[in-house]
C-alpha cells in the first residue's frame, strides 16, 4: 500500500505541474529562439546529450529474516533472526537522448551502502533434560547491505521557461542485493548458550520499478542543476530470506549537463 501510494502521488505531481507548464510554454517559444543560436556554440549535439550526477537519500528501511533449525542433544535447536538496515545517502548517475522535443530516453546506475544490525533468539535444548529448552537472545552484531541497481527510463520533457524544465519518468529497474545475515551459532558443549555466530553474505537480483520526476535550472546551456523525487525499487529472494525489499522512495539533488 505504501508503494502505491508513493508511486500515485509522483504522478499526481507530475500531471499538476504538466498542467502548469503547459500556460507558461505559450511565452517560450520566442526566449527559446533568443538564445538558440549561443547553445549550439556550446552544445555540439544541441542538448540533446543529457547527463545527470545526484547525491541522494533513500528513505526506506530494509529487514532481512532468517529462520533456522540443527539438531542439538537428540532434539531441535531453532533460531529466529532479523538483519535490519536503515536509510541513507546514495549515489546516482544516468545518460540520456532526448529523441524528440518532449520525448527522450535514459540509462542510469545507483549505488547504496549501509551497515546495520542483526539480531535474533534461540531455543536451545537442555542436555539432561527432555522437552525443557532455554530461550537464548542473540545479541546483536554489525552486518552489511548494499544495493546496486540499473535502470531504464522513458523521459517525458515538460519546459516551464527558457531555463526551467519539469521531466517525468518511468520504467523498470534492475536491482541486485547483498546482504550479511546471521545463518548458523556455535553452542559449546553441554550448555545452553550461545558462544558466537556465523555471518554470511548471500545476494539475489529482482526486477522493479522506478517512477519520478526532476526539476531542473539551467545556469548555461551546458551546466544545470537539479532535483528529484522518486519510487525506485522491488524486493529480492535470497537463500535463506524471501521478499526483502531493495531501493525505495528516493530524494536527489545534482548537476545537470547537456550536450
Known amino acids: 500500500m505504501k508503494t502505491t501510494l508513493r508511486i500515485s502521488v509522483l504522478m499526481t505531481v507530475l500531471a499538476f505541474c504538466g498542467a502548469t507548464a503547459a500556460l507558461a510554454q505559450q511565452t517560450a517559444p520566442s526566449a527559446q529562439n533568443t538564445n538558440q543560436g549561443a547553445s549550439q556554440k556550446t552544445q555540439p549535439l544541441g542538448g540533446k546529450l543529457l547527463v545527470d550526477f545526484n547525491l541522494a537519500a533513500q528513505s526506506q528501511s530494509t529487514e532481512a529474516s532468517t529462520d533456522f533449525s540443527f539438531p542439538l542433544y537428540g532434539q531441535t535447536a531453532s533460531v529466529t533472526t532479523t538483519s535490519a538496515n536503515d536509510g541513507g545517502p546514495m549515489f546516482d548517475a544516468s545518460v540520456g537522448y532526448q529523441i524528440k522535443p518532449r520525448i527522450g530516453v535514459a540509462v542510469g ?6 551497515t546495520g544490525t542483526a539480531q535474533g533468539a534461540a531455543s536451545i535444548p537442555s542436555p539432561i533434560f527432555f522437552n525443557r529448552p532455554a530461550n537464548v537472545t542473540i545479541p546483536a552484531t554489525d552486518v552489511k547491505r ?25 520504467g523498470p529497474s534492475f536491482g541486485h542485493v547483498e546482504q550479511e545475515l546471521i545463518t548458523g551459532v556455535t553452542v559449546p558443549d553441554g550448555t545452553q548458550s550461545i558462544s558466537s555466530t556465523t555471518i554470511t553474505t548471500q545476494n539475489g537480483s529482482s526486477t522493479g ?18 532535483v528529484f523525487m522518486r519510487y525506485n525499487g522491488g524486493s529480492v529472494d535470497l537463500d535463506t530470506a524471501n521478499d526483502v525489499k531493495w531501493g525505495g522512495f528516493q530524494l536527489g539533488i545534482g548537476a545537470r549537463l547537456r550536450f
Open 146 to 170: 548494499s544495493d546496486r541497481d540499473v535502470y531504464l527510463v522513458v523521459l517525458g520533457f515538460v519546459p516551464i521557461t527558457p531555463v526551467i524544465k519539469l521531466t517525468g519518468f518511468i
Open 109 to 114: 546506475f545507483t549505488h547504496f551502502s549501509q
Open 209 to 226: 520499478v522506478n517512477v519520478g520526476v526532476d526539476l531542473s535550472y539551467m545556469f548555461t546551456p551546458l551546466v544545470g542543476a537539479g
